[in-house]
């Protein structure tokens, strides 16, 4: 089993800037990937970006990219999603999710963190 707990939501106006974090636990050897997922009130869930547990491979959806950037600390199992120049409408709960078999879906995720960007 992995566990994810994500943290650093909040409120922010717009134009600022936020740093979720999530921590896996467990059974981390066996993670092949994490993702990042958001879904606005509202709306369905929706991909933000990837990153292989190694920390050298990234996949981000095109329309944020150069504003929302991902990265791994392989001391401390964590990844980070650096969000900068936030718009309202970026917000959403933002998951924290790990896929541990190739080729499948994400099957380990954390509990969600709201972002609130006001105008």
């Known amino acids: 089993q992995v566990q994810l707990v994500e943290s650093g939501g909040g409120l922010v106006q717009a134009g600022g800037s936020l740093r979720l974090s999530c921590a896996a636990s467990?059974?981390?050897?066996?993670?092949?990937?994490m993702g990042w997922f958001r879904q606005p009130p509202g709306k369905e869930r929706e991909f933000v970006v990837t990153i292989n547990w190694s920390g050298d491979d990234t996949v981000y959806t095109d329309s944020l990219k150069g504003r929302f950037t991902i990265s791994k600390d392989n001391a401390k199992n964590t990844v980070y999603l650096q969000m900068n120049s936030l718009k309202p409408e970026d917000t959403a709960i933002y998951y924290c999710?790990?896929?541990?078999?190739?080729?499948?879906?994400?099957?380990?995720w954390g509990q969600g963190t709201q972002v609130t960007v006001s105008s």
């Open positions: 999710a790990a896929k541990t078999v190739v080729g499948d879906a994400y099957n380990y």
């Open positions: 467990g059974r981390t050897l066996t993670i092949w990937r």
